[in-house]
């Protein structure tokens, strides 16, 4: 088997199992389970990771060079590591919706757009569940309710930080860290995705521009060699 056809088996069974990983561990946090139905969630978490092990290793192994492949993968690794990230995986659901585009120039925005959005949405939602597992114990620590969570979340991807809420485990504070970072990275995006428009819009606008002045032109050009056979008729007579 090769690691195209690899891929392209366990795609969608991986979107599934990030899918329950997320199901399972908002389900943890947020009703701060005790007991069997933590249990249950333990070994749903548990069976999402192995899958992405599974994958991770079976990828590892097809890829033609080993080396190359690892190195170009970090994300992958990242994701059977830190468990916060495998709902990343779920950003193959929101790239299919870019067929819905017409254009080149416009799917490649729309995707991007897409992208973003489901990106922040997600990077938003895990980092608000992972700081309030890491706070929610610490006596010290302001967050204590998922509302909180999500709101230091927005205040910290938007690099906005008003101090209103802050964490103080090392957990935390990596989380934090990463969360400040995909903040940085998105509106990086965002912003040269909004410059592209721009730039497309102004030369869309100087192209309609030197089309109305070319056939001005043209006109202009008619009207003078009218009035010139004009002039020479009457010259003539």
């Known amino acids: 088997m090769t690691l195209e056809r690899w891929r392209s088996i366990s795609d969608w069974p ?46 590892l192994m097809l890829a033609p060079n080993r080396w190359r492949w690892f190195y170009t993968h970090l994300l992958d690794l990242a994701i059977v590591v830190l468990p916060a990230l495998r709902p990343l995986r779920l950003l193959r659901l929101v790239t299919v919706l870019a067929v819905l585009q017409r254009t080149a120039g416009r799917a490649f925005r729309g995707r991007v757009i897409l992208y973003v959005a489901g990106a922040v949405g997600l990077l938003v939602f895990t980092a608000a569940l992972a700081v309030l597992d890491a706070e929610r114990a610490s006596t010290a620590s302001p967050i204590h309710t998922f509302p909180q969570a999500v709101w230091w979340a927005f205040e910290t991807i938007s690099t906005v930080g008003y101090g209103d809420f802050t964490p103080v485990t090392e957990i935390g504070r990596l989380v934090a860290v990463g969360l400040m970072i995909g903040g940085v990275a998105t509106l990086g995006i965002v912003t040269a995705t909004l410059a592209s428009w721009i730039v497309e819009r102004v030369a869309e606008t100087e192209a309609d521009e030197r089309a109305a002045t070319h056939g001005e032109i043209i006109l202009l050009s008619e009207q003078i060699a009218e009035l010139k056979e004009l002039l020479q008729r009457k010259a003539a007579s």
């Open 14 to 59: 991986l979107t599934a199992a990030a899918f329950l990983f997320l199901v399972a561990y908002a389900w943890e946090v947020i009703g701060d389970l005790t007991g069997q139905w933590a249990a249950v969630t333990d070994l749903v978490i548990a069976l999402t990771w192995g899958a992405f092990v599974l994958d991770y290793i079976v990828c």
